[in-house]
């Protein structure tokens, strides 16, 4: 078995329809199930990576008394290298968990954006609507198709996110929303601290049950004659 296929072992995605070809269906779900093995394969390679630097640093920040001797010495220039990572211990794993939260709610878009396409809507979001709201309403209004409070509600919360770090490379958010992530995730994380893995865990997971939804509603709606 290939690396990939141990991976797949990893996670569970819900089953793909497949008795009748639909290409926006199998897109989602294929492209889902990459974005997760992606994540997978950038923890196992990346967090030690980071943690044995970081933990590089911190030995020889804490173990050098910094005199005018160690200033002029070779250590210093060790010392001035590993200085200049330490942006990669705060930014490499927020690239690597900010990168996923991106791809998903693209993933949601892209899947929206080619039903209205299907039925004929063309999709043009208001001020003060998402795309993912927009297409929604759009899509209820001419199928049987519906979308769970829970999945809408999910999906604002990330889009929040993903909008902060496009725009600034950070998840600093207003404390309305803030508080609204930190409903989602419960005890097990605190969005105001810092985007964790267990936000982009519950994001593949809210992705995954949304996918199975969509995929079911779809399947009826289409092969019901439309």
Not at 22 to 35: C, E, I, M, Q, S
């Amino acid at each position: 078995m290939n690396p990939l296929d141990q991976l797949q072992l990893e996670f569970e995605t819900y089953t793909l329809y497949d008795d009748v070809c639909f290409p926006l269906l199998w897109d989602f779900h294929g492209k889902l199930r990459a974005t997760w093995k992606y994540w997978l394969l950038n923890r196992s390679y990346l967090e030690p990576l980071v943690r044995d630097a970081k933990n590089e640093w911190h030995e020889i920040l804490h173990s050098t008394d910094i005199d005018d001797d160690f200033i002029e010495s070779e250590e210093a220039k060790v010392y001035a290298d590993l200085q200049a990572d330490e942006y990669d211990f705060e930014f490499i794993p927020l690239l690597q968990k900010s990168i996923i939260i991106v791809t998903c709610l693209s993933l949601v878009e892209n899947l929206l954006r080619d039903t209205c396409q299907e039925i004929g809507k063309t999709l043009r979001p208001e001020d003060g609507h998402s795309t993912i709201s927009t297409a929604c309403s759009l899509i209820t209004a001419c199928t049987d198709i519906q979308f769970s409070t829970e999945h809408l509600e999910a999906f604002d919360c990330f889009s929040h996110l993903r909008s902060a770090f496009l725009h600034k490379l950070d998840h600093k958010i207003e404390d309305a929303n803030a508080a609204r992530v930190n409903k989602l995730t419960g005890p097990f994380a605190d969005i105001t601290k810092g985007l964790t893995p267990v936000h982009v865990d519950l994001c593949l997971r809210v992705l995954n049950d949304f996918g199975k939804s969509f995929q079911e509603q779809y399947v009826n709606w289409s092969m019901g004659g439309k």
